[in-house]
């Protein structure tokens, strides 16, 4: 089946530290994975996405690395903000035109 | 260019009323999907179009149905509608289903008493 885990659902670090997400999927024939930040009330926004064709792709303070051969993706955010606090949402393409989501992590930067 | 807009933003609906959400965008895109969202599932697919003419259902399209006469609207029809149906739904689009990050509209809120 095509599924999606996301882990930890919540989770709360110090403002300046680091703070990292992390994806598992079920088919090893998903090669798109975009990570989705939404604030509170507001719409789903695409931050950072990554294809199988590669490992890692940084944009500022925001990384995704996959690992297909493990089968997970990680959002790595550094040197967090309080306008990072919202909830994140991974997804994946499994080839077809559906894109399934994880279930959202919140977080809590903590001033 | 105002991307993907939806209207109502909120809808009160008494169990057994129907309704249609509207959904237009005006990027061209040929992709359209709807999706829920419910505390603790994340965002889950209800229907899904490649193009005007065709649609698809995702996970969870029991109780909906859909439509695409024309590249920029996907509405989305609740039939009969019921409080399990109470949620926050979110249209998106973009230029292909495959490979392409979505683009979502503000979302409706939809309550069923």
């Known amino acids: 089946g095509e599924n999606v885990e996301q882990h930890p659902s919540t989770l709360s670090v110090q403002e300046g530290d680091s703070a990292v997400i992390k994806c598992t999927y079920s088919d090893s024939a998903s090669n798109y994975f975009p990570w989705y930040k939404q604030e509170l009330g507001k719409r789903p926004q695409l931050i950072i996405d990554?294809?199988?064709?590669?490992g890692e792709k940084k944009d500022q303070r925001i990384a995704v690395t996959l690992n297909k051969t493990a089968k997970h993706f990680s959002l790595h955010i550094t040197e967090t903000q309080p306008e990072d606090s919202a909830v994140y949402f991974c997804a994946v393409n499994f080839g077809n035109e559906k894109l399934t989501f994880g279930t959202g992590t919140r977080l809590t930067i903590i001033p | 260019n105002a991307g993907v807009t939806q209207t109502p933003k909120f809808q009160v609906l008494k169990t057994g009323q129907s309704m249609t959400l509207q959904c237009a965008q005006d990027?061209?895109?040929?992709?359209m999907s709807w999706y829920r969202q419910d505390p603790g599932m994340g965002l889950r697919l209800i229907h899904y179009s490649v193009g005007a003419g065709i649609t698809d259902q995702g996970e969870v399209p029991n109780g909906y149905n859909v439509s695409r006469s024309t590249t920029e609207d996907f509405p989305l029809r609740l039939l009969s509608a019921a409080p399990s149906q109470t949620s926050v739904y979110f249209c998106?689009?973009?230029?292909?289903?495959?490979?392409?990050?979505?683009?979502f509209g503000d979302g409706t809120r939809l309550s069923i008493l």
């Open positions: 998106a689009s973009s230029y292909s289903g495959r490979y392409q990050p979505q683009h």
């Open positions: 990554i294809r199988s064709n590669v």
């Open positions: 990027m061209n895109h040929e992709y």
